[in-house]
């Protein structure tokens, strides 16, 4: 059984392109995550998707980022536009379709987005 | 301020020592608390979790206790080993309203060297 799977693992763009981050649940997980962290910091919750519906996107900038989980194919983080500050790993994380107290988040390996 | 606070920043240790790491946190109330280890390059992977009515869980080398009084936590790694070379990760999942909404420290670098 695969893990939650990102690609690219890394991405380079320049000022003002736009950059798309992949995120291929794990088998059987209906829930996705993303995060965002900057050097020296925690993961800091950026968006909860489920299929084909946004949950919260409370943690997410209101302006260049969207994030969409498709009925089929992976849930995609884009970021239009990209500025510098935008450089950071972002990471996708998913879990079962049953929730609770004790649920687990399974995180990918990362995307770390540069932006030059 | 971070709900989720780490210390120290960084660790480095001798091959087969001891090491503590600590996690004080104000998030309130929280149903539980994990820690995860995250290898350089990597996403995170859970080490531990606990609810708030546990004292103690080990996963072999590490073993956390957990305060709910004092809200605070620790992680203890035995007899080290160069693959502990991580950063270890403090998170605290809020009650269930949104408990997907975890809190997470900046995390402990620890280097083991031999």
């Known amino acids: 059984n695969a893990g939650v799977m990102q690609n690219p693992r890394h991405l380079v763009r320049r000022r003002g392109q736009e950059a798309r981050l992949r995120c291929s649940p794990m088998?059987?997980?209906?829930?996705v995550y993303w995060y965002r962290q900057l050097p020296e910091e925690g993961l800091k919750f950026m968006v909860y998707?489920?299929?084909?519906?946004?949950?919260?996107e409370s943690g997410m900038p209101k302006e260049r980022f969207s994030a969409e989980f498709p009925k089929e194919g992976p849930s995609i983080l884009r970021i239009q536009q990209v500025v510098r500050g935008d450089s950071a790993a972002y990471f996708c994380?998913?879990?079962?379709?049953?929730?609770?107290?004790?649920?687990?988040?399974?995180f990918g390996p990362g995307t770390r987005l540069t932006v030059t | 301020k971070n709900q989720v606070e780490q210390s120290p920043q960084s660790l480095i240790i001798l091959e087969g020592k001891n090491c503590t790491l600590q996690?004080?946190?104000?998030?309130?109330?929280?149903?539980?608390l994990r820690w995860y280890k995250q290898d350089t390059g990597r996403g995170p992977v859970s080490l531990t979790i606990?609810?708030?009515?546990?004292n103690t869980k080990s996963n072999g080398r590490y073993t956390a206790t957990l305060d709910a009084d004092t809200k605070q936590s620790s992680l203890h790694i035995t007899a080290s080993q160069l693959s502990d070379s991580a950063s270890y990760i403090c998170?605290?999942?809020?009650?269930?309203?949104?408990?997907?909404?975890?809190?997470f420290g900046a995390g402990t670098t620890v280097t083991v060297r031999a």
């Open positions: 994380a998913s879990s079962p379709l049953s929730q609770g107290s004790s649920y687990e988040q399974y």
């Open positions: 088998k059987g997980h209906s829930h």
């Open positions: 998707l489920q299929k084909e519906n946004i949950i919260d």
């Open positions: 996690c004080n946190y104000t998030v309130s109330p929280f149903s539980n």
């Open positions: 606990m609810t708030f009515s546990e």
């Open positions: 998170v605290v999942t809020p009650t269930r309203s949104n408990d997907y909404k975890l809190s």
